[in-house]
């Protein structure tokens, strides 16, 4: 049969002959025409070429997804001089041809005579095999052009020839293939040339920018890549890729794939990579030398490491990339391993923020893997790691955590977990390493360096009145002459790092940490540790103190706790210390919250920014009892920090679960990171003490006070027992017993709080802070001081009320001083004026007047003090006065204003005090 040519003429199937002229359907050895049409394949179709006709504004070949057209011959797009052709192959079905030819088959110095685009787009096709070449010529005749252009903006094109994009004259930029199109989808084009000749100049040089790149040649000889920028880079061959001139890069968020074959660079073309970018490795590999590393685009710039499966371990020999004059010691984001015959690393060090393990396998070597913000195994997977090949590290910014984990997941082999201490000048900490194993596992291999000064930063200098640990200063640095207990001596010191028995409920100093245990075979220990320097720079070495105070990184060697944790024999009446089983921040207010813990309700934790480290105490309805505390807000402990628990009524046990996890990380206390706000709808009270230093008052402790239907006045399960600082104590007192936090029932006329002050110093400026929130009470809360007699009413509406005051050498100035005493208006005026044993005169009073204090009793020669209230208990003036023969005086001065007032008197010889009323004109 002879070759036939049909001409689209209207819109239709391929199959349908109305589509055709002359009427009929196109078969295998035909000539195919489409004009300003849509011609769709809706089952298998073949024909010998299909030109899309010069003067064609809109020509569109669809193949359905699931059938093929085979073209023979060429697939032809023919230039205008009378409009632009647009042409457009789509569908989700696949098609092969010969050759792609845009534009003329050959340049044509007298072509065009209009400057006009050809253009064909190549959308959403399963697969477009090209068994030849693609053509894409450019004529320019003067400052006329014909620009010939290939859209690629989905779909694969397999291409087996070259990519010739010839121009006649200097012309246009941006010619032949393009991937930075309008409605830009993820196209896909295979080079399987030995030698595609791509060209790389503006004028004619491919945009790969917005798809994926595969060279796929079987050829074994080296292939210099086009000095380009990349999305997506697949090196699929079994030959040495060389990286082209410094143009070449992966863009950002794109990717390089090194499937098969060698990848390799000089000094001057290293491929550069752009923030975001993504190395997949499989069986590829980089050539050996610096020079064959990948190179950053700018300093700045992260990336991240995927080594996919391989039929060997993969030998780790590219990271880092390499930046001139830089160490470039963050700039992986992530490592993940997808290979089950996991990864070798040797001799070198590499820093990742995220090391991702989706996989069983093995990772080994001499090498270090340091992460920085999160180790995670996200299948439940087994991992086998060489001892401490991965490091959690830690410093003044972030620590690395270790993400939740499927219950079945095991991590076999030492991690070591770091710890930064911040300078929070010489404080007690509860902390904690949160590891476990029976070999290793000494304080001082651990958070002593086994011995090593390693710098000014490094490990945590332990002390005690019986140390001996001997070290000299060589000039260079400091050395360990002698172990001993493991302790620096310090004259007249004490021991700064304890323990505490859950059993007993008991302290006991830590006297040889060579001994001691930090972590045991299944579980981490807390510990109390006055952390004010790190190894070796507490003293002078000969006994005497050091005054200053550093920042610490504690180490600690171990197999990390995985799956739920679960701590039994939790009792009423004692504490129990417990250390955050997990390398990474827990929510505590989760933990709380999960039924099977219902037997505890509140935690005591230690904040080191209050004095030399005050507990607090919190509780899921009042929050944490002292206000000013850094972890206001907050419900998160962070890794390597310990907390005591106590059960609200009968021994119970508490399990800490992986799913109590939480990524707030923050390292300014060992806390401080916002999480669940604590909404109380109760009526609270808090009050703080704070101490001055230097005219700085700084929080010392707190408390505070829940008042709401179902509370209970008396001492029950659901008060918070308060833990005595080194240092100053606040506490609310009840039933003999002091609490950080109480709980109350709603507030009645006459309620009272008792405050309790103890361990405060002798002549030092304290101060008192109280205020209330949520209140609903109509009536007033004054602050009773029980030493000086004052009484001043407090506001209830928020607001804060301070109190200044000192400690004599009275005892009375301390323990229970002060109430905070809630009165309505009448009873005020009833039960403050009860005693009477002195008069006033006269009495009406103008202001100006001196009134005169007549004693009933007889006579006396006494100091008094006075106070003048209003009649909604107001302090209005106050000051002092002599009692000579059983009478003194009091100078108004203008003072008071017309109305009724009451002035109490105070002996402060003997504390009696005495109230009577007075009426000022």
């Known amino acids: 049969?002879?070759?036939?040519?049909?001409?689209?003429?209207?819109?239709?199937?391929?199959?349908?002959?109305?589509?055709?002229?002359?009427?009929?359907?196109?078969?295998?050895?035909?000539?195919?025409?489409?004009?300003?049409?849509?011609?769709?394949?809706?089952?298998?179709?073949?024909?010998?070429?299909?030109?899309?006709?010069?003067?064609?504004?809109?020509?569109?070949?669809?193949?359905?997804?699931?059938?093929?057209?085979?073209?023979?011959?060429?697939?032809?797009?023919?230039?205008?001089?009378?409009?632009?052709?647009?042409?457009?192959?789509?569908?989700g079905g696949s098609l092969q041809v010969l050759n792609v030819i845009i534009g003329l088959d050959e340049m044509d110095n007298s072509y065009p005579t209009s400057t006009k685009l050809t253009t064909l787009y190549v959308d959403n096709v399963t697969l477009f095999k090209i068994t030849g070449n693609i053509v894409s010529t450019t004529p320019v005749k003067g400052s006329l052009y014909n620009e010939s252009r290939l859209r690629h903006r989905s779909g694969v094109i397999d291409l087996d020839g070259i990519l010739s994009i010839p121009a006649v004259g200097s012309g246009p930029t941006a010619l032949g293939y393009r991937t930075d199109n309008d409605n830009q989808g993820s196209p896909f084009i295979i080079f399987r040339n030995t030698n595609p000749t791509i060209p790389t100049d503006v004028q004619k040089g491919p945009n790969f920018t917005g798809g994926s790149v595969e060279f796929r040649s079987t050829a074994t000889t080296n292939y210099t890549l086009p000095s380009l920028a990349y999305k997506d880079l697949i090196l699929n061959s079994n030959r040495t890729f060389i990286s082209g001139g410094s143009s070449t890069s992966i863009?950002?968020?794109?990717?390089?794939?090194?499937?098969?074959?060698?990848?390799?660079?000089?000094?001057?073309?290293?491929?550069?990579?752009?923030?975001?970018?993504?190395?997949?490795?499989?069986?590829?590999?980089?050539?050996?030398?610096?020079?064959?590393?990948?190179?950053?685009?700018?300093?700045?710039?992260?990336?991240?490491?995927?080594?996919?499966?391989?039929?060997?371990?993969?030998?780790?020999?590219?990271?880092?990339?390499?930046?001139?004059?830089?160490?470039?010691?963050?700039?992986?984001?992530?490592?993940?391993?997808?290979s089950t015959n996991g990864v070798v690393l040797n001799t070198n060090t590499i820093v990742v923020e995220n090391l991702i393990i989706n996989v069983n396998c093995t990772i080994s070597g001499t090498g270090r893997v340091s992460v920085t913000d999160v180790l995670d195994i996200p299948n439940g997977s087994t991992v086998n790691i060489a001892d401490n090949f991965i490091y959690l590290t830690s410093n003044e910014l972030k620590t690395a955590r270790v993400a939740t984990l499927l219950n079945g997941t095991v991590l076999k082999g030492k991690v070591m977990v770091e710890r930064y201490l911040p300078n929070n000048q010489r404080s007690w900490r509860l902390l904690t390493a949160p590891v476990k194993g029976s070999t290793g596992n000494s304080v001082w291999e651990n958070w002593q360096n086994n011995g090593t000064y390693t710098g000014l930063d490094h490990g945590v200098d332990l002390w005690g009145p019986d140390g001996t640990l001997t070290a000299e200063d060589t000039g260079s640095s400091l050395q360990v002459s002698s172990v001993g207990n493991g302790l620096t001596y310090i004259n007249n010191s004490s021991y700064n790092l304890r323990k505490f028995d859950n059993t007993l409920g008991t302290w006991s100093y830590v006297t040889n940490t060579l001994s001691q245990p930090l972590f045991t075979a299944s579980i981490n220990q807390g510990f109390l540790l006055f952390a004010s320097n790190s190894f070796l720079l507490s003293s002078n070495l000969e006994g005497v103190a050091n005054t200053g105070s550093t920042q610490a990184l504690l180490s600690a060697s171990g197999t990390l706790n995985i799956g739920d944790v679960s701590y039994n024999n939790i009792g009423s009446n004692k504490f129990y210390l417990i250390g955050n089983p997990y390398a990474s921040p827990i929510d505590f207010k989760s933990v709380l919250d999960e039924p099977e813990n219902n037997g505890v309700n509140k935690i005591w934790v230690i904040d080191p920014t209050i004095g030399l480290g005050s507990y607090v105490a919190w509780d899921p309805i009042v929050g944490y009892s002292n206000a000013g505390t850094v972890f206001n807000g907050s419900t998160i402990l962070q890794s390597g920090q310990a907390f005591f628990v106590r059960a609200s009524s009968t021994t119970t046990s508490l399990t800490i679960k992986e799913s109590h996890k939480s990524s707030a990380v923050a390292n300014t206390t060992l806390n401080k990171f916002s999480s669940t706000k604590i909404n109380a709808s109760p009526a609270l009270f808090r009050v703080i003490l704070e101490k001055q230093v230097d005219d700085i008052y700084s929080n010392r402790d707190g408390c505070v006070a829940a008042f709401y239907d179902g509370g209970n006045n008396g001492l029950d399960i659901n008060d918070g027992r308060k833990i005595s600082n080194i240092g100053e104590n606040l506490a609310l007192f009840t039933n003999n017993f002091s609490l950080s936090i109480e709980h109350r029932a709603s507030i009645v006329d006459n309620d009272f709080l008792t405050v309790r002050i103890t361990d405060a110093l002798v002549g030092i400026n304290y101060k008192l802070k109280l205020y209330g929130t949520n209140f609903t009470y109509s009536g007033k809360a004054y602050l009773k001081d029980l030493f000086?007699?004052?009484?001043?009413?407090?506001?209830?509406?928020?607001?804060?009320?301070?109190?200044?005051?000192?400690?004599?050498?009275?005892?009375?100035?301390?323990?229970?001083?002060?109430?905070?005493?809630?009165?309505?208006?009448?009873?005020?005026?009833?039960?403050?004026?009860?005693?009477?044993?002195?008069?006033?005169?006269p009495n009406p009073a103008n202001s100006q007047d001196a009134i005169m204090v007549n004693l009933e009793e007889g006579k006396s020669s006494d100091s008094y003090l006075y106070k003048i209230y209003n009649t909604v208990g107001q302090l209005v003036c106050n000051g002092d006065f002599l009692i000579d023969n059983g009478v003194g005086s009091i100078k108004l001065d203008g003072k008071l204003g017309a109305g009724l007032y009451f002035i109490e008197i105070y002996n402060l010889k003997n504390s009696d005090r005495s109230t009577t009323k007075i009426i000022i004109k």
Not at 293 to 310: D, F, G, H, I, P
């Open 788 to 841: 000086n007699g004052s009484k001043t009413e407090l506001p209830l509406d928020g607001s804060i009320f301070e109190y200044i005051f000192q400690v004599t050498t009275d005892a009375k100035s301390v323990g229970n001083r002060f109430e905070v005493v809630f009165q309505q208006e009448s009873s005020l005026k009833t039960a403050d004026v009860v005693t009477t044993n002195f008069s006033v005169y």
């Open 1 to 91: 049969m002879l070759a036939a040519t049909y001409t689209s003429s209207a819109s239709g199937n391929w199959n349908s002959s109305s589509t055709w002229s002359p009427s009929g359907v196109p078969t295998t050895g035909d000539i195919v025409n489409i004009g300003n049409h849509t011609v769709t394949v809706t089952a298998n179709a073949a024909c010998s070429s299909i030109n899309s006709l010069s003067g064609t504004a809109l020509a569109q070949l669809v193949i359905n997804k699931g059938f093929s057209l085979i073209v023979s011959g060429n697939f032809s797009v023919r230039p205008s001089n009378i409009v632009n052709n647009n042409t457009y192959i789509s569908g």
């Open 251 to 338: 863009v950002s968020g794109g990717s390089m794939n090194l499937k098969l074959g060698v990848f390799s660079s000089s000094a001057a073309n290293q491929m550069r990579l752009n923030d975001g970018a993504t190395i997949y490795r499989s069986v590829g590999t980089f050539a050996s030398g610096t020079n064959s590393r990948l190179r950053l685009a700018t300093k700045s710039a992260q990336y991240n490491v995927v080594y996919e499966q391989n039929s060997i371990p993969t030998v780790i020999n590219d990271l880092p990339a390499y930046y001139p004059g830089s160490t470039l010691l963050n700039s992986i984001k992530t490592v993940q391993v997808n």
